[in-house]
């Protein structure tokens, strides 16, 4: 099994910490040591070891403490999320050319499964994309490599071009790639020669054919078994011909991690994908966060400290509802709401999450114009204390002050007020149960309009999150009361 060795140290080094209320220094020290070792005796490259627990020790060391997260957890998350960072932090898509066909040079050692991942790859495009890939037989140094090309080429249904092993394979390129062009194929494997060990008459031949195919992709090809090997590989590979992606095979095997853990790091180029058996189905697209959780072997553990994390947002959240409740709902739970709505990305795509939101024509329209909110922000922003926790007071003469204070239209202001001033009373009557007027209500208001829009979709998403729990809540306290 790929990782053992390294998932069983890690979690042996972050076991010592479990139980624990509180990490001493020389705790943390001393998993950081085991973290340390389980990662150099795993065979990753030094240099990262040395970045990452360097890292870890200083987001632990200055972690506040999480509500919800005991210390283990914490160290875990960590962990984690730096190992994430360390492969790369999100999937790299392959490169593709705008006008057909993308070519796509595959390099690596001999035996590191370079014609098997051009197969795989052909295949996965053929059958997800509809793809008419074409793979040409560029190694001419060993004929049982165009036969295997070959072969590959009749399972998976996708032609080979071949000169046999007598012409020289910048030339076999270039006539591959007219054949390309003759047949209106989408894309072009380029399946090179290996050797041993890097040389510098191998690199100067695919130097050539780079040169001559100008790829869109250079794929190297490292077996993940060699750890160390694969590295300098990598590195001897990516200086020459400074590829652009990497395709690790042979996961299924009992590798250790050097090698996914190292390559990102050192060479700076993406694995993009991995191989995990002898089958042409056998190719997945690298995902770092998965990688990373398998690695620590600890599914469990990180998808609990998700929920834990989102209760701890959601004791938040009630704390709101319970205003919105108590209709108490002010424009400074307002500017809160609209700051961490803020942070979580574009507003369109929130609103889409929603139940039952996706289709609401009364949202189609309603985007998200961050300049919109920060008018927004403006206004709260020249209201006083007062005004912003008892919106009552807005007289005419206070309203014309906040106008000029933010530099919006008097009409603006009045609207937002009386906008913010209906979503207060459909909130505290949905945070009351009573989600039958609000559809109306919207439309009254004229929350599909510009800016009563944007508020009410804020109020929406806040309300969608709580709404479940409150009632629970509720029907506590009912049966308390009792
Ligand atoms: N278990 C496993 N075997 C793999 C994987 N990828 C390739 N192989 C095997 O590794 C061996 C070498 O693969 P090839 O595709 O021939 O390697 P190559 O880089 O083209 O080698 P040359 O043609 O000799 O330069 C073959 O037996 C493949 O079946 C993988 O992800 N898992």
Same mark, same amino acid.
């Given at each position: 099994? @790929?990782?053992?060795?390294?998932?069983?140290?890690?979690?042996?080094?972050?076991?010592?910490?479990?139980?624990?209320g !509180?990490?001493?220094?020389?705790?943390?020290?001393?998993?950081?040591?085991?973290i340390?070792l389980?990662?150099?005796?795993?065979?990753?490259?030094?240099?990262?070891?040395?970045?990452?627990?360097?890292?870890?020790?200083?987001?632990?060391?200055?972690?506040?403490?999480?509500?919800?997260?005991?210390?283990?957890?914490? /160290?875990?998350?960590?962990?984690?999320?730096?190992?994430? %960072?360390?492969?790369?932090?999100?999937?790299?898509?392959?490169?593709?050319?705008?006008?057909?066909?993308t070519?796509?040079?595959?390099?690596?050692?001999?035996?590191?499964?370079?014609t098997?991942?051009?197969?795989?790859?052909?295949?996965?495009?053929k059958?997800?994309?509809?793809?008419?890939?074409? *793979? #040409?037989?560029?190694?001419?140094?060993?004929?049982?490599?165009? $036969?295997?090309?070959?072969?590959?080429? %009749?399972?998976?249904?996708?032609?080979?071009?071949?000169?046999?092993? $007598?012409?020289d394979?910048?030339? #076999?390129?270039?006539?591959?790639?007219? %054949?390309?062009?003759?047949?209106h194929?989408?894309?072009?494997?380029?399946?090179?020669?290996?050797?041993?060990?890097?040389?510098?008459?191998?690199?100067?031949?695919?130097?050539r054919?780079?040169?001559?195919?100008?790829?869109?992709e250079?794929m190297?090809?490292?077996?993940?078994?060699?750890?160390?090997?694969?590295?300098?590989?990598?590195?001897?590979?990516?200086?020459?011909?400074?590829?652009?992606?990497?395709?690790?095979?042979?996961?299924?095997?009992?590798?250790?991690?050097?090698?996914?853990?190292?390559?990102?790091?050192v060479?700076?180029?993406?694995i993009?994908?991995v191989?995990?058996?002898?089958?042409?189905?056998?190719?997945d697209?690298?995902?770092?966060?998965?990688?990373?959780?398998?690695?620590?072997?600890?599914?469990? *553990?990180?998808? +609990? /400290?998700?929920?834990?994390?989102?209760?701890?947002?959601?004791?938040q @959240?009630?704390? +709101?509802?319970?205003?919105?409740?108590?209709?108490t709902?002010?424009?400074?739970?307002? +500017?809160?709401?609209?700051?961490?709505?803020?942070k979580?990305?574009?507003? $369109?795509?929130?609103?889409?999450?929603?139940?039952?939101? &996706?289709?609401?024509? &009364?949202?189609?329209?309603a985007?998200m114009d961050?300049?919109?909110?920060?008018?927004?922000?403006? &206004?709260?922003?020249?209201?006083?204390?007062?005004?912003?926790?008892?919106?009552?007071?807005?007289?005419?003469s206070?309203?014309r002050? #906040?106008?000029?204070?933010?530099?919006?239209p008097i009409?603006?202001?009045?609207?937002?007020?009386?906008?913010f001033?209906?979503?207060?009373?459909?909130?505290?009557?949905?945070?009351?149960?009573?989600?039958?007027?609000?559809?109306?209500l919207?439309?009254?208001?004229?929350?599909?309009?510009?800016?009563?829009?944007?508020?009410?979709?804020?109020? *929406?998403?806040?309300?969608?999150?709580?709404?479940?729990?409150? %009632? !629970?809540?509720?029907s506590?306290?009912?049966?308390?009361?009792?």
């Amino acid at each position: 099994m @790929a990782f053992e060795g390294l998932t069983e140290r890690l979690q042996n080094a972050m076991k010592r910490l479990r139980g624990k209320g !509180k990490v001493s220094e020389s705790d943390l020290r001393d998993t950081m040591r085991e973290i340390r070792l389980a990662l150099l005796e795993a065979d990753v490259n030094f240099d990262v070891v040395k970045d990452f627990v360097k890292t870890v020790r200083e987001r632990a060391a200055g972690a506040k403490v999480l509500e919800g997260l005991n210390p283990a957890q914490q /160290i875990v998350k960590i962990v984690d999320e730096e190992l994430t %960072k360390t492969m790369g932090e999100t999937a790299t898509p392959l490169n593709k050319s705008t006008k057909i066909p993308t070519i796509i040079m595959m390099v690596g050692l001999q035996g590191a499964g370079k014609t098997t991942t051009a197969g795989k790859l052909a295949n996965r495009l053929k059958t997800e994309d509809k793809a008419r890939p074409l *793979m #040409i037989a560029a190694d001419v140094y060993r004929p049982a490599a165009i $036969d295997q090309l070959v072969t590959v080429g %009749k399972q998976i249904d996708v032609p080979v071009f071949e000169m046999g092993t $007598d012409t020289d394979p910048v030339e #076999i390129v270039r006539q591959g790639l007219a %054949k390309a062009e003759e047949d209106h194929n989408d894309y072009v494997f380029i399946d090179t020669a290996g050797r041993l060990q890097i040389d510098e008459q191998l690199m100067d031949e695919l130097a050539r054919i780079k040169e001559l195919a100008h790829p869109d992709e250079i794929m190297l090809v490292v077996d993940a078994m060699t750890g160390q090997n694969a590295v300098a590989t990598a590195e001897g590979f990516n200086d020459k011909l400074d590829v652009t992606g990497v395709s690790l095979t042979k996961l299924d095997g009992d590798t250790r991690g050097g090698a996914a853990l190292s390559i990102r790091a050192v060479t700076g180029k993406p694995i993009k994908f991995v191989g995990e058996g002898e089958k042409m189905s056998d190719l997945d697209v690298f995902h770092p966060d998965r990688m990373a959780s398998r690695i620590l072997g600890m599914g469990d *553990m990180l998808s +609990l /400290i998700e929920k834990t994390q989102k209760e701890v947002d959601e004791k938040q @959240a009630q704390e +709101l509802t319970e205003k919105m409740r108590e209709n108490t709902f002010d424009f400074n739970d307002f +500017l809160d709401q609209m700051e961490q709505i803020q942070k979580m990305g574009p507003m $369109d795509q929130l609103v889409k999450m929603i139940p039952g939101m &996706a289709n609401n024509p &009364a949202l189609a329209n309603a985007s998200m114009d961050p300049k919109d909110m920060d008018h927004i922000k403006a &206004a709260i922003y020249s209201m006083t204390e007062q005004e912003r926790t008892d919106p009552d007071v807005l007289n005419p003469s206070r309203r014309r002050r #906040i106008a000029a204070g933010s530099g919006r239209p008097i009409q603006e202001i009045n609207r937002m007020i009386k906008q913010f001033n209906q979503m207060k009373k459909m909130m505290s009557q949905v945070s009351k149960g009573n989600f039958s007027g609000m559809e109306g209500l919207m439309n009254q208001s004229g929350m599909g309009g510009a800016l009563g829009g944007k508020m009410g979709q804020m109020a *929406m998403k806040s309300m969608s999150r709580r709404m479940k729990k409150n %009632k !629970k809540r509720r029907s506590k306290l009912r049966r308390r009361r009792k």
